[in-house]
């Protein structure tokens, strides 16, 4: 007997796809009426530490691919350092437990000057491509071996490429975590649902608009090359941050110290902060922070 084809998505029944949709779905607004300190608005820095992960989680043994994440420790998180310093912003490190592990120095050190440091997966896996169980497995050993590095236990986790499995939501709960930052349902912090029911867990959306990869990334004999300079990049961030004040709500804005930490790109950022810092009322907070208060607030 052979098996049953699977249905095709048009006959799919009500409760099937209500089910899906349910997994991981925006409940209320965690939007707070007020910033700390009477600020109008809060800015969220964050960079994905991937280093040399993402060549690794593609087996790719190239010198060349992994030196191109090696830049990201030699020379981006440096200049990303001295950058937050100068402008005494702390900002949130989501970390692969691998690049850890393989720059557990800095890792001690980014940590010691008050950023948050976050769980950001094993090796860069996608999640929805592991065989049942191993998402969770290798969740639960990133976040221990991020807190031996980092000297506290994370909060906050930003699954690789934002791939959210139909397991990671029970994942995080398990593992009592703070808040998500991998779905984009909102411009602004919500609660997640699980099939309807609340979890408690705050959700700090990101979204690829906000990201330096997807103009700025460059893979070899693909069709993924920079497309967009850096004064356009520049701009279109300045207009999320300045859409964001008028509303009185969240930038959130993710970057990688392997693509944002290249002189001519570090120079954007530079400016973006001082654009950001030109106006009255600006929280800069960690996720964690943003998270915490989110949830305070609500209560």
Same mark, same amino acid.
Request: aromatic share 8%; charged share 25%.
């Given at each position: 007997?052979?098996?049953?084809?699977?249905?095709? +998505?048009?006959?799919?029944?009500?409760?099937?796809?209500?089910?899906?949709?349910?997994?991981?779905?925006?409940?209320?607004?965690?939007?707070?009426?007020?910033? +700390?300190? !009477?600020?109008?608005?809060?800015?969220?820095?964050?960079?994905?530490?991937?280093?040399?992960? @993402?060549?690794?989680?593609?087996?790719?043994?190239?010198?060349?691919?992994?030196?191109? !994440?090696? =830049?990201?420790?030699?020379?981006?998180?440096?200049?990303?350092?001295?950058?937050?310093?100068?402008?005494?912003?702390?900002?949130?490190?989501?970390?692969?437990?691998?690049?850890?592990?393989? *720059? +557990?120095?800095?890792?001690?050190?980014?940590?010691?000057?008050?950023?948050?440091?976050?769980?950001?997966?094993?090796? *860069?896996? $996608?999640?929805?491509?592991?065989?049942?169980?191993?998402?969770?497995?290798?969740?639960?050993?990133?976040?221990?071996?991020?807190?031996?590095?980092?000297?506290?236990?994370?909060?906050?986790?930003?699954? $690789?490429?934002?791939?959210?499995?139909?397991?990671?939501?029970?994942? @995080?709960?398990?593992?009592?975590?703070? =808040?998500?930052?991998?779905?984009?349902?909102?411009?602004?912090?919500?609660?997640?649902?699980?099939?309807?029911?609340?979890?408690? @867990?705050?959700?700090?959306?990101?979204?690829?608009?906000?990201?330096?990869?997807? =103009?700025?990334?460059?893979?070899?004999?693909?069709?993924?090359?920079?497309?967009?300079?850096?004064?356009?990049?520049?701009?279109?961030?300045?207009?999320?941050?300045? &859409?964001?004040?008028?509303?009185? &709500?969240?930038?959130?804005?993710?970057?990688? +110290?392997?693509?944002?930490?290249?002189?001519?790109?570090?120079?954007?950022?530079?400016?973006?902060?001082?654009?950001?810092?030109?106006?009255? &009322?600006?929280?800069?907070?960690?996720?964690?922070?943003?998270?915490?208060?989110?949830?305070?607030? $609500?209560?």
């Amino acid at each position: 007997m052979t098996d049953q084809p699977a249905k095709k +998505p048009w006959e799919l029944p009500e409760e099937q796809w209500r089910h899906i949709v349910g997994r991981a779905y925006a409940g209320r607004s965690l939007a707070p009426k007020a910033w +700390p300190n !009477g600020a109008r608005c809060c800015v969220a820095l964050s960079f994905d530490a991937d280093h040399e992960t @993402i060549p690794l989680r593609d087996a790719d043994e190239s010198p060349m691919r992994i030196s191109q !994440g090696q =830049y990201g420790s030699r020379q981006g998180v440096p200049r990303i350092r001295r950058l937050l310093d100068r402008h005494g912003i702390k900002a949130s490190f989501f970390y692969p437990a691998v690049s850890a592990l393989l *720059h +557990p120095e800095e890792v001690r050190a980014v940590a010691g000057e008050g950023h948050e440091i976050g769980v950001h997966s094993w090796i *860069h896996e $996608a999640n929805t491509a592991l065989p049942p169980g191993v998402e969770r497995e290798l969740t639960l050993r990133a976040a221990d071996t991020l807190e031996k590095a980092a000297g506290r236990r994370p909060v906050g986790i930003r699954t $690789a490429s934002w791939d959210f499995s139909v397991d990671t939501l029970d994942i @995080i709960r398990e593992m009592g975590l703070l =808040y998500d930052s991998s779905l984009m349902a909102d411009d602004e912090p919500y609660e997640l649902l699980a099939q309807g029911e609340p979890t408690g @867990i705050v959700e700090l959306p990101p979204e690829w608009i906000r990201d330096d990869a997807p =103009y700025m990334n460059m893979l070899r004999f693909s069709a993924i090359r920079p497309y967009t300079p850096p004064s356009g990049v520049e701009e279109i961030f300045r207009a999320e941050f300045d &859409g964001a004040y008028a509303e009185g &709500g969240t930038f959130l804005l993710t970057m990688h +110290p392997h693509i944002i930490g290249h002189r001519s790109r570090i120079a954007l950022l530079e400016r973006l902060v001082e654009h950001i810092k030109g106006h009255q &009322g600006i929280w800069f907070a960690t996720h964690a922070e943003l998270a915490q208060w989110c949830k305070d607030q $609500a209560k």
